[in-house]
């Protein structure tokens, strides 16, 4: 029972071996991925279990423990990262769409304005024939009215009230002129 004993240790210990030296392996392996800077989250997981496969005494597993902190810390600030630019992303897209949007408004402005200038213009026409056609006739009616024996004075009056009259519509001409010109 002593061979049985002793093969059985010995086979014990050789696994013991075998599985230490293949904890190291996959140790040393990781580590390389570690240090190039290429592990991947099983590389991570995986140092605890190779560790204690290994025997590694507790200073060993604290550097472990780091190692697999500095990894999830990367992990983590780099989807932070991503994160914030995908943020970044969709403000600049927004930014944009706001910008065309003003730009749109202006223009929509602009011609509303534009609009609204012509149609006044075009009221301001509209009474000024009004008043033109109103002066004519007060000026045949007047012309009507005078007796022959006062003609020279009704002709002084028309004369006085057309100049006046021809002034004001020529200073109204003039301005909705400068108006047209400006739209």
């Known amino acids: 029972m002593s061979t049985n004993a002793e093969s059985l240790l010995k086979l014990s210990g050789e696994r013991q071996r075998a599985t230490r030296d293949a904890a190291v392996r996959r140790l040393a392996e990781r580590a ?35 190692a697999h902190a500095e990894v999830a810390n990367a992990r983590s600030d780099s989807a932070q990262l991503e994160s914030i ?10 930014a944009a769409a706001a910008r065309e949007q003003i730009v749109r408004l202006k223009q ?18 509209d009474r000024l024939r ?3 056609m109103a002066a004519d006739a007060i ?11 006062t003609a020279e004075r009704a002709a002084a009056a028309r004369q006085e009230n057309t100049e ?12 909705l002129r400068a108006v047209e010109a400006e739209l």
Request: proline residues 1%; aromatic residues 4%; hydrophobic residues 40%.
């Open 164 to 175: 006046r009259l021809r002034g004001q519509l020529g200073d109204q001409e003039a301005a």
């Open 139 to 149: 000026m045949r009616e007047r012309a009507d009215y005078f007796p022959a024996e």
């Open 32 to 66: 390389s991925r570690l240090a190039r800077g290429a592990a991947t989250e099983a590389d991570a997981d995986g140092l605890h279990d190779d560790l204690a496969a290994a025997g590694w005494d507790d200073a060993r597993w604290c550097a472990c423990c780091a």
């Open 130 to 132: 009004q008043r033109r």
């Open 108 to 125: 929509k402005l602009k011609i509303e304005e534009r609009g609204k200038l012509l149609r006044e213009l075009t009221a301001a026409r």
């Open 85 to 94: 630019e995908a943020e970044l992303l969709t403000m600049e897209a927004e």
